[in-house]
């Protein structure tokens, strides 16, 4: 699987903090949530599975990286 997420702002302290941690522990949650308002915010509700990821990349405010191995399913 691979992810992007097109709204990663490098000039953001708290995406600078989780591109830093995914990338130091090559890890991610994969979680459910709703989109609400114009796409900029969103409502939690509940968390899938952990996965070990690769090909981080962040270029022009755009993160992505490929989901390689499931580590584990999560309880909602």
Do not use: C
Request: glycine fraction near 8%; hydrophobic fraction near 40%; charge should be neutral.
């Amino acid at each position: 699987m691979h992810h992007r997420a097109k709204r990663a702002w490098q000039s953001d302290p708290k995406h600078l903090e989780l591109v830093g941690a995914i990338r130091a522990g090559g890890k991610v949650i994969l979680t459910k949530d709703r989109v609400t308002g114009d796409g900029e915010a969103f409502e939690r509700n509940g968390y899938i599975a952990i996965y070990r990821v690769e090909n981080i990349r962040w270029e022009n405010d755009e993160l992505e990286f490929d989901l390689v191995d499931k580590l584990a399913t999560l309880k909602n």
